[in-house]
């Protein structure tokens, strides 16, 4: 095979093979490195006990079971977006957030608590922990 040697001062002009040769090979790669479906769906969470949540914690607990009331009432109980997808994904509505004061704390503090489903009944919602405004989050077994 005849191959044609570039001199070093003309540019570089890449067939129409190669450049659609390296957008499938870039295109390969993408769709490599996306993970498989449903494998954000369900995000691996670390637990806690209700009994290691900070006091004011398994108070705010209770009354969310109880269905109030909450010393945030315009804020507790509103809707949690859930938009970094730290939680299970769920139809927009499905959790709901509720501050656990911070002692000291001149505002509501980074403490909540997110639960989804029917809120009322432990058996059926779960709810979770955050202890740094939505950053990390433990799910809570009660």
């Given at each position: 095979?005849?191959?044609?040697?570039r001199p070093?001062?003309?540019?570089?002009?890449?067939?129409?093979?190669s450049?659609?040769?390296?957008?499938?090979?870039?295109?390969?790669?993408?769709?490599?490195?996306?993970?498989?479906?449903?494998?954000?769906?369900?995000?691996?969470?670390?637990?806690?006990t209700?009994?290691?949540?900070?006091e004011?914690?398994?108070?705010v607990?209770?009354l969310?079971?109880?269905?109030?009331p909450?010393?945030?009432?315009?804020?507790?109980?509103?809707?949690?977006?859930n938009?970094?997808?730290?939680?299970?994904?769920?139809?927009?509505?499905?959790?709901k957030?509720?501050?656990v004061?911070?002692?000291?704390a001149k505002n509501?503090?980074?403490?909540r608590?997110?639960?989804?489903?029917?809120?009322?009944?432990?058996?059926?919602?779960t709810?979770?922990?955050?202890?740094?405004?939505?950053?990390?989050?433990?799910?809570i077994?009660?």
């Amino acid at each position: 095979m005849n191959v044609p040697i570039r001199p070093f001062w003309q540019p570089y002009r890449p067939s129409r093979a190669s450049i659609v040769g390296a957008s499938l090979l870039l295109l390969v790669a993408a769709f490599v490195s996306i993970s498989p479906a449903g494998a954000r769906d369900t995000p691996s969470l670390e637990t806690i006990t209700t009994s290691a949540l900070p006091e004011q914690g398994r108070e705010v607990l209770k009354l969310i079971r109880a269905g109030g009331p909450f010393q945030h009432a315009k804020k507790d109980g509103s809707t949690f977006g859930n938009v970094e997808q730290r939680l299970p994904k769920q139809p927009r509505g499905y959790y709901k957030e509720y501050t656990v004061p911070t002692p000291g704390a001149k505002n509501r503090g980074a403490r909540r608590i997110v639960c989804g489903g029917e809120v009322r009944s432990a058996n059926s919602s779960t709810c979770y922990y955050t202890a740094d405004h939505y950053n990390s989050f433990k799910r809570i077994l009660e």
